[in-house]
């Protein structure tokens, strides 16, 4: 059966986008006499494993040679593999982000990888993005030198943490808790600390040493919480004239010991009796 030009265009005039199935039933021919027909004629959907196909003629095609209509998208160059070495040349080296932009975010991932095993064409990382060219990459990637950290004393973490915060520009959490041996969470920790409050952040807080008490004040505290099992510590420190030096949390932890220990005692004398 003959099919002219002016049947094609019809029919794709009514139906902006077919499949060769579809076609061919409608001209009742089979569907290897259709993909025949249509030879040069259509382009099929890279998003759908060209099983839509619409006519290339009086379409707006961009500049990529690209058509999406609504979900289906439609390449002149035939393969996502030919559509992707196109673009690629066309922008002589483009990032992985644009190169998903231009495809309208299509998942080309195993068709770079099977042109790139085949040295159809070539990438590089920088950071977290790859750039991809028809040409191999001439030039190293420079790495940004190291913060010299061997003066450190044991404890002091500021420069390992500012050269955390430098690495997360162009790095995953991950790959930094990895390198530097601590926890994604420790990565997160040092991040929060200096978005809250910049290098003044990252500077690690340290308790105060803890004075130790007298005997003579232990001795004083003990009596006290023994005597008058009432009073809080908060009582005991200001009856008994502590000094300030002393913190209460630790009289604290002295009267609770000694209170736990009579307590012991006369559970113990209870039973014996």
């Not at 790495?143 to 790095?171: A, C, N, P, V, Y």
């Not at 040493?209 to 004040?217: H, N, V, Y």
Request: net charge positive; aromatic share 6%; proline share 1%.
């Amino acid at each position: 059966m003959n099919i002219s030009k002016k049947e094609i265009d019809d029919h794709f005039s009514k139906n902006e986008v077919s499949t060769y199935s579809d076609f061919a039933k409608f001209f009742s021919i089979s569907v290897i006499t259709a993909r025949t027909k249509l030879m040069n004629k259509v382009s099929s959907s890279l998003n759908f494993k060209g099983k839509y196909i619409t006519l290339i003629k009086d379409k707006n095609y961009n500049k990529y040679g690209l058509l999406k209509i609504k979900t289906i998208v439609f390449s002149n160059h035939g393969t996502i593999k030919k559509t992707l070495s196109h673009i690629i040349e066309m922008c002589d080296k483009i990032s992985s982000k644009e190169l998903y932009n231009i495809l309208f975010n299509l998942k080309v991932s195993q068709q770079l990888t099977s042109l790139l095993k085949d040295k159809q064409i070539f990438a590089k990382k920088e950071g977290r993005t790859y750039l991809y060219s028809l040409n191999p990459f001439s030039t190293e990637l420079i790495r940004e030198e190291e913060f010299e950290m061997t003066s450190l004393k044991e404890g002091d973490k500021i420069l390992r943490d500012l050269q955390i915060i430098k690495e997360l520009q162009k790095k995953k959490k991950v790959d930094v808790a990895k390198k530097h041996n601590i926890s994604t969470k420790t990565i997160s920790n040092i991040e929060d600390r200096f978005n809250k409050g910049g290098v003044k952040g990252l500077i690690h807080s340290r308790k105060p040493e803890i004075k130790r008490i007298s005997s003579s004040i232990q001795a004083a505290i003990i009596t006290e919480a023994a005597i008058h099992p009432e009073k809080s510590s908060k009582e005991i420190k200001r009856d008994i004239e502590i000094p300030k030096k002393v913190q209460l949390k630790e009289v604290n932890k002295l009267v609770i010991e000694t209170r736990k220990s009579i307590e012991s005692k006369k559970k113990i004398f209870l039973e014996i009796q």
